[in-house]
């Protein structure tokens, strides 16, 4: 590999550091990272705004400095066409960029294998697929967006070293470390999937309690089958985010108090054993403009999306302290405990003697 192959990958891993960081909140459009160069020096760098607009372009390439003869490194083809906003090649052209490097190729048919043609007809040098494989995963969420397919489905759940999901004694079965990281977590998705179970029995609050990532919180769906959800469920007092009941019984006097509120019941149709569908459930909620989601639930309803295989990551929380008597699990966690929880999925953070783990499935 050529010392220019090197500083490319190197700029190129920087702006995918720039496009982590709204990473799950840029609506449907993707949260693209950019950085620019210019005699070896970094002079600029961003990322597509909260909500998707304005693009990573338009953030890095700002008014006030100077661009010509330097290097645009992106995480995707820039877009050519005109939309809501005009294209960014227009952007980068009027900058006199001199040379463009991105992972991947944008795959909106309107942009794609557009930019390069129309940067090189401007004499603007292009490099592309450094880091093509990293990409291809990075933006595996934007491509299933994009299919005729189900939505990129996560799942996180936190155990006990011995495996229960519920202390009878406390609230909490991981650390404060842990439960940080868990709200992390969850500013890197549009939308977080729970049961009407889980909200009645933990009334938790579900969203991002971490110093500035308080908007980040995701929309909220919640599955509630036969419409047992508690109105007086803390999640209901203060609604800084949309949410969404999904359920498949009639109740007009709690749909009448819900809309008041500002949550939205949408309903779903049973199947003849009195079951529901999930894949139809995912692409309703994929149909809603959700298409990253996290599912925060009890351990039936993620044996029940394993089983099924809708799952692409699940991230598992474990204590390093054995519950014992004090644990309870409603239901065997059969199919979670089939997945291989081995070092080597272990992800390196510290969570002063918890673990975290992330597999592929």
Partial sequence: MSIKQIKDSFYIKLAYQQAEINLGSTGTNPSVGAVVVKNNSIISSGCTSLNGRPHAETNVLKDNLNYKNSNLYLTLEPCSHYGKTPPCTKKIIKKKINRVVFSINDIDPRSKNLASKELIKKKIRIKKFILKNFGKNFYKDYFMQH????????????????????????????????RKVANFLRSKYDCLLTTSKTINEDNPLLNCRIEGLEKKSPNLIILDRLFNIEKESTIFKKIKKKIYILTTAENPVKEKFFKKIGVKVIKIKKMDNDTINLKNIFFKIKKLGFNRILVESGITFLNALIKDRLIQNFYLFKSSINLGRSGLNNTSPAYIKKIKFSERHKINVNLEGDALYKVRL
Avoid: E, H, Q
């Fill in 147 to 178: 299919s005729g397919g189900l939505p990129f489905i996560d799942g996180r759940l936190a155990v006990s070293k011995d495996f229960y999901s519920i202390n009878k004694k406390n609230r909490w079965v991981t650390n404060i470390k842990s």
